[in-house]
């Protein structure tokens, strides 16, 4: 038995661990790309089981928080709209960040040492995630793979007698407000919390109108109109834009409790105007710490070390410094191609030497 005041050394010592393995975790927003684990990828098909239960085994099997499970259960489509969300969201930063020394490196450990820490790469992690969430269910709605939504409902406008609504728009305000349930806010005390809920919403999906023509040889007397989203990767171009022009935020603290108050914007740039808004009033993705060069090996990335570049764009910039080797290789290709009647396409082989340039170590 322990003796009272060992007793409760060690009850002081187990909670100071307790919050700080808290500190440790991600701090909202348990899903996708900033989930404490990857989301397991489904089958294409489930085993045969009865229908009612079967999105139930497929939620379960997701490492999501108890509140977005139980939102998964809902509707039998959610399960396999957020697989197709972290995927599309993964391959879109990869391709973002694909000339850049941090390329979306997203191995376990080191996309895990990345959420501990505040930086601009978690910051756009957090936004394409809530951004892929977003334009994957609204997509879903429309394609009548989910039970609780269905096409986006005709906005009223003017000059009704010119077209009319039609076809079956991409449902955005369903996908807005379920995605603002799910990531959730958690208490405005948590620093890093309110951070990440203000990066998840930072990004809002472009909205197009595409338009069908009816009519006596394509006269076009008659239009049918539906909203539509932006392909993905506008999305992506956008926030790689606001990633390079984040803002790196404070916090005030009271000294006397310790206690972190509201997050302070950069000098020379105004917060908004009073009523304690606990964050600067900017549509731009906000971080609290100066990103790691990504150079070398370490928490956070592989470092650059045999990364391939392209000499005249960025290997200075990706290789550090440290110089690249040039490699010489001969590859074959298809050339001059030309179309045959009626219907298959001709092509020459050719051979050509290229030369591929990779960062030293």
């Not at 002081?12 to 975790?25: C, D, I, V």
């Not at 089981?49 to 085994?57: I, L, N, P, R, S």
């Not at 060069?293 to 005249?312: D, I, M, N, Q, V």
Request: charged fraction near 25%.
């Amino acid at each position: 038995m322990l003796d009272g005041p060992l007793l409760a050394r060690w009850l002081a010592a187990a909670f100071a661990l307790t919050l700080l393995l808290a500190a440790l975790r991600p701090s909202a927003a348990y899903f996708g790309l900033t989930g404490s684990e990857p989301l397991t990828i489904l089958p294409l098909t489930l085993e045969p089981e009865a229908a009612a239960q079967a999105h139930y085994k497929a939620c379960d099997r997701l490492k999501l928080e108890r509140k977005q499970r139980r939102m998964c259960r809902r509707d039998p489509g959610v399960a396999e709209t957020l697989v197709e969300a972290v995927s599309m969201s993964a391959l879109e930063c990869q391709y973002q960040f694909r000339f850049e020394r941090w390329n979306c490196t997203l191995e376990g450990r080191y996309r895990a040492s990345l959420l501990k820490r505040g930086f601009k790469e978690t910051a756009f992690l957090y936004a394409i995630s809530s951004a892929g969430l977003t334009h994957a269910l609204a997509k879903a709605c429309s394609a009548g793979r989910m039970e609780r939504c269905t096409c986006d409902e005709a906005p009223d406008l003017e000059n009704r007698e010119a077209w009319q609504w039609g076809g079956c728009g991409d449902n955005l305000k369903y996908s807005s407000k379920f995605v603002k349930e799910f990531l959730g806010r958690r208490s405005s005390k948590d620093l890093r919390a309110r951070v990440d809920f203000h990066n998840n919403l930072v990004i809002k999906a472009g909205v197009e109108t595409t338009c069908k023509c009816h009519g006596v040889s394509g006269s076009c007397t008659v239009r049918t109109c539906w909203r539509q989203l932006a392909p993905f990767h506008e999305v992506g171009k956008r926030l790689k834009h606001k990633y390079e022009t984040a803002l790196k935020v404070g916090s005030t603290t009271n000294e006397a409790t310790g206690e972190a108050g509201a997050i302070s914007p950069p000098r020379g740039r105004a917060s908004g105007t009073g009523g304690g808004d606990p964050l600067p009033r900017t549509p731009e993705l906000v971080h609290l710490d100066d990103s790691p060069s990504f150079c070398l090996a370490g928490r956070f990335s592989p470092g650059t070390a045999g990364r391939r570049c392209h000499r005249e764009k960025n290997c200075e910039s990706i290789c550090c410094g440290r110089g690249h080797n040039t490699q010489s290789r001969v590859v074959t290709r298809p050339c001059q191609c030309q179309v045959r009647w009626c219907c298959y396409v001709e092509c020459r082989q050719c051979t050509q030497r290229e030369e591929v340039y990779t960062c030293k170590g």
